[in-house]
């Protein structure tokens, strides 16, 4: 099983940044593919990003495209998303995501293992 740990939510400013980390463990074959996703109050959990087992393919949402970036560091089992600009609309408790698939997904039923969560919070 994988056990994916979310940490850097906080509070912050209308057009500040912040970057949030997903560390990995438990017993792995290999690296996986990676999605961040995130759920408002009253709305459904929908995409943001996501990054393939090498890291060589990432995929944005267009809401944040050009604002966020997602990255990967295999070597330390973590997986980053650097937050750009970001609105009050970008509030909401964000989650990290994994599968062993080749394929990458922005749907959140194709990802087996997922985070706690962690609340970023956008002041304006």
């Known amino acids: 099983q994988v056990q994916l740990v979310e940490s850097g939510g906080g509070l912050v400013q209308a057009g500040g940044s912040l970057t949030l980390s997903c560390k990995a463990s438990?017993?792995?074959?290999?690296?996986?593919?990676m999605g961040w996703f995130r759920q408002a109050p009253g709305k459904e959990r929908e995409f943001v990003a996501t990054?393939?087992?090498?890291?060589?393919?990432?995929y944005y949402d267009d809401s944040v495209k050009g604002r966020f970036t997602i990255s990967r560091d295999n070597a330390k089992n973590t997986v980053y998303l650097q937050m750009n600009k970001l609105t009050p609309e970008d509030t909401a408790v964000y989650y990290c995501?994994?599968?062993?698939?080749?394929?990458?997904?922005?749907?959140?039923?194709?990802?087996?293992?997922w985070g706690q969560g962690t609340q970023v919070t956008v002041s304006s």
């Open positions: 990054i393939n087992f090498s890291g060589d393919a990432t």
């Open positions: 438990g017993r792995t074959f290999s690296s996986p593919s």
């Open positions: 995501a994994a599968h062993f698939r080749l394929a990458t997904y922005s749907t959140a039923n194709r990802y087996d293992y």
